[in-house]
């Protein structure tokens, strides 16, 4: 079984529709999750941090961290057509001297105006 | 524009050339990172810097050699490539210890061996 487990897609959603993007991971170390954006050809740029459970809300992204079940999700609401990427999630263990992101295949999202 | 600066954007090299990609932060940053990334997958782990000593190498081989100068470069000497060794190389830095923030990526080289 792979640490961190992400559908690849391709996902295809209309303009305004809410994007539901999942992992899940096997290792119950790992306590930051990071959800990054790519676009093609560019490299990730980091949307969402969160550090143990919860959920985190910027604008129109939220990430929700569920521990018990190791699973993380992100939402995107009024998805907008520059939303169109390659969405990783992410995550290490503690921090100190552990430095290694373990990534998730990464899932492809195209938002159709 | 990204905070982590890679240069050059674009290079192209053959099999026996001597090049050497650069990566540049100001954010005060004392953990860095070179990945590999191709196409269609994640990016994989290859060095982590941490105050400027290699403190990860994950089992690279030897025609890569990273270099960091000081707090804010970190350099990757390329020689003896292979085409497979064609990929987007991404730099990457971070906090050390304490709460880990996440990373800041830079844009990358996209490297083509012929």
């Known amino acids: 079984q792979k640490e961190v487990e992400q559908d690849p897609g391709p996902l295809s959603v209309p303009e305004g529709a809410i994007v539901s993007l999942n992992c899940t991971y096997s290792?119950?170390?790992?306590?930051?999750f990071m959800w990054y954006r790519q676009y093609s050809r560019k490299g990730p740029e980091l949307l969402m941090y969160?550090?143990?459970?919860g959920n985190k809300e910027d604008g129109r992204f939220t990430a929700q961290v569920d521990k018990s079940s190791k699973y993380i999700s992100l939402f995107i609401r009024d998805s907008q057509p520059s939303d169109s990427a390659t969405y990783l999630c992410a995550m290490s263990k503690s921090g100190g001297s552990n430095y290694k992101l373990t990534f998730g295949k990464g899932t492809l999202l195209t938002v159709n105006p | 524009d990204t905070e982590v600066t890679q240069t050059p954007k674009h290079l192209v090299m053959g099999m026996t050339n001597k090049k050497s990609l650069k990566c540049e932060q100001h954010?005060?940053?004392?953990?860095m990172y070179w990945y590999k990334q191709k196409a269609k997958k994640p990016p994989e782990l290859m060095f982590v810097y941490s105050y400027e000593k290699l403190s990860i190498n994950e089992s690279v081989p030897s025609r890569f050699s990273p270099e960091c100068p000081n707090s804010s470069l970190l350099n990757l000497h390329l020689h003896a490539l292979q085409p497979e060794d064609s990929a987007l190389y991404l730099c990457?830095?971070?906090?050390?210890?304490?709460?880990?923030?996440?990373?800041?990526f830079g844009s990358g080289t996209r490297l083509t061996v012929v």
């Open positions: 969160t550090y143990s459970s």
């Open positions: 990457a830095s971070s906090q050390v210890g304490g709460n880990n923030y996440g990373y800041t």
């Open positions: 290792n119950s170390a790992f306590q930051y």
């Open positions: 954010m005060g940053h004392r953990a």
